[in-house]
């Protein structure tokens, strides 16, 4: 099992940045991605950037493509999803979450952080 705790949440206004992080625990040698999720009242969760850990390549939906960027520390054990040029449509409660050797799917989750981008 894997534990994951995210931080860096926020209020902030149009335009501005946050970074999030994700400290992984437990048995971290077994992940094999990580990604950022994130759910806004009433919509479906989304997968806004993703990363292969033993590759280090990463992906992007579109709506954070180029805004957006997943990073990782390894001696760390943490993730971060740096946002840049935020807008009101980013407003979401974000979820880390880790992929397993095996696992077809995300199947350890992080408790969220709300990100809240006022207009």
């Known amino acids: 099992q894997v534990q994951l705790v995210e931080s860096g949440g926020g209020l902030v206004q149009a335009g501005g940045s946050l970074r999030l992080s994700c400290a992984a625990s437990g048995r971290t040698f077994s992940i094999t991605a990580m990604g950022w999720f994130r759910q806004a009242p009433g919509k479906e969760r989304e997968l806004v950037a993703a990363?292969?850990?033993?590759?280090?390549?990463?992906s992007y939906s579109d709506s954070v493509k180029g805004r957006f960027t997943i990073s990782r520390d390894n001696a760390k054990n943490t993730v971060y999803l740096q946002m840049n040029s935020l807008k009101p449509e980013d407003t979401a409660v974000y979820y880390c979450?880790?992929?397993?050797?095996?696992?077809?799917?995300?199947?350890?989750w992080g408790q969220g952080t709300q990100v809240t981008v006022s207009s």
């Open positions: 990363l292969i850990w033993s590759w280090g390549s990463t």
């Open positions: 979450a880790a992929r397993g050797v095996g696992s077809p799917k995300y199947d350890n």
